[in-house]
């Protein structure tokens, strides 16, 4: 075998260890250590190459970034359990309850603002499905679109910064954790407003499926209800603004003061005040989400060292240039690479976390989209709003295999009177992936949704720069010298005005 189709066949031995289904963290590293064993017996490279892995670990160790996982994680998970949720959808329950799809509206909204508190998903659909789920199909709501609405306002905090997606993007990409957060707004705004408007649509064409709540069940009226919805709007947004704005996430803020990693640290503490507003705060809720991000940030390291020893190989054998060189001559420029790396990306995510996609395929596809100038942000946004519809392809969906559990659960406890179908889950899901898939169409084509909160760097033309020297001063010496040697050169080069003499 060659070295130039040993490429292609590792990438092959990729996918097929993905399908097995072992922890793919460790799939990886065998995987990369057999093949570099192989390309050691070839002569492909000495063994000397495979001895900078050590380094390589120690390099992910101590990376500044990744140290902002944990405790972005730590924060989400104590928000979680603090009854956040449940006084955000109450109260936002019985403001929008009379309007046609008000329920599905309030369940929108909070799933964003719960998306920029608390960054996790899992939590998220849980918490929400576990308070509304109930409310929704006491009052008649369509339990596929009930079930639907939960899932995709939970995995939108896949989208919504403080993501640690947009973290891990940031890292992989080599861009500012800040302009990604930035960059990522448009695109949350948008998911929010598209999922309003099908709601909305339903609301004219399917009242029925979407109906108010009656008039009795509101409990809340008047200032008293605008109350108890700014008790949980107010906190969340000082929370966001502290958490964001202080590494320059939000839009107009161009100045950071503080690192990714110092944010996180200060939305620990402010996620501590609020669970202490909410009278939640105890030893046993912070030993849980210590516990839940012991959990998630060594999956996270095991997986992006399992996905070092890969790439460290892959790149050995000259694997970057063979996917540079597949990807580089699609048709259509940039355009045509960015539609199918979102196909691929978008039926990868049938089997893959986004952190397994993130740490194993983005290193391969990010010197070549900068090759071809597309902007890393943008495409680093791209992705992400991508691979929010892992978490809801039928039948592999993570959110959908929550809620699962969650309509089971409440099943069993007797806050439901039927068992949820499968099927009323999955089919209630497509939807909500078209509308994702929308999205990414619009972010594909419309670069601005990503780029118009980011601040353009300054292009400087290096053929319209001009330096003005000042003119030397009559009595420095230099300049005498100066006007001398230039009226000798002016005398050597002066045309001659003297006429040829005539032939005799």
């Known amino acids: ?50 001895s900078n892995l050590p380094l390589n670990m120690f390099g992910i160790l101590s990376n500044d ?59 998220q659909v849980i918490a929400m499905a576990l308070i509304s789920l109930p409310v929704m199909i006491r009052y008649g709501y369509n339990m596929r679109y009930a079930t639907g609405v939960l899932a995709a306002s939970g995995t939108i905090t896949q989208l919504v910064p403080p993501s640690l997606v947009l973290i891990v993007m940031a890292d992989q990409l080599g861009r500012s954790v800040g302009d990604m957060y930035k960059g990522a707004w448009g695109p949350s705004i948008l998911q929010v407003l598209i999922f ?16 108010g709540v009656p008039k009795e069940a509101r409990t809340l009226v008047g200032w008293a209800l605008w109350a108890k919805c700014l008790r949980g709007i107010i906190p969340s947004a000082v929370l966001i603004f502290a958490v964001l704005g202080s590494m320059g996430g939000l839009p107009g803020i161009d100045t950071a003061i503080a690192t990714p990693t110092e944010a996180g640290a200060m939305g620990v503490v402010g996620a501590m005040v609020l ?115 892992s978490f809801m ?20 406890e007797g806050r439901i009177k039927a068992p949820i179908k499968s099927a009323d889950i999955y089919m209630g899901s497509i939807p909500w992936v078209v509308m994702q898939l929308i999205l990414v169409a619009v972010v594909i084509f419309v670069p601005q949704t990503v780029t118009m909160f980011i601040p353009k760097e300054a292009v400087i033309d290096v053929n319209k720069v001009q330096i003005d020297a000042p003119p030397p001063e009559a009595d420095d010496p230099s300049a005498e010298d100066a006007d001398a040697e230039q009226k000798k050169m002016e005398e050597l080069f002066k045309p001659s005005t003297d006429k040829p003499a005539e032939s005799k």
């Open 1 to 50: 075998m060659q070295m130039e189709n040993f490429a292609p066949f590792m990438f092959g031995g990729l996918v097929l260890v993905m399908l097995i289904g072992f922890p793919v963290a460790f799939s990886l590293a065998a995987l990369g250590l057999a093949s570099g064993f192989f390309a050691i017996s070839q002569g492909w490279f000495p063994a000397s190459y495979l």
């Open 65 to 123: 970034l990744l140290l902002a996982i944990p405790f972005f994680t730590f924060m989400g998970a104590l928000l979680e359990k603090c009854g956040l949720a449940e006084d955000m959808l109450d109260s936002m329950g019985q403001l929008f309850g009379p309007v046609k799809g008000g329920l599905g509206y309030s369940v929108i909204i909070v799933g964003f603002i719960l998306g920029a508190i608390t960054g996790t998903v899992a939590g």
């Open 196 to 211: 309003a408007g099908y709601t909305f649509a339903l609301g004219v064409i399917k009242p029925s499926y979407v109906p």
């Open 275 to 389: 669970a202490a507003m909410h009278k939640r705060l105890s030893r046993g809720l912070i030993w849980e989400a210590m516990q839940g991000t012991m959990r998630l940030t060594a999956m996270v390291v095991f997986i992006l060292i399992g996905a070092r020893v890969f790439s460290m190989v892959f790149q050995g054998v000259d694997g970057a240039k063979w996917v540079e060189h597949m990807l580089s001559g699609l048709p259509g420029g940039q355009t045509g690479f960015l539609i199918a790396v979102n196909v691929f990306i978008f039926f990868l995510a049938f089997f893959l976390d986004f952190f397994e996609i993130a740490f194993i395929i983005l290193p391969m596809l990010g010197p070549v989209a900068d090759k071809l100038g597309i902007d890393l942000v943008w495409f680093g946004v791209l992705l992400c709003v991508n691979m929010q519809t």
């Open 393 to 412: 392809h039928p039948p592999f969906g993570f959110a959908l295999f929550y809620l699962r559990g969650i309509a089971d659960t409440l099943f069993k």
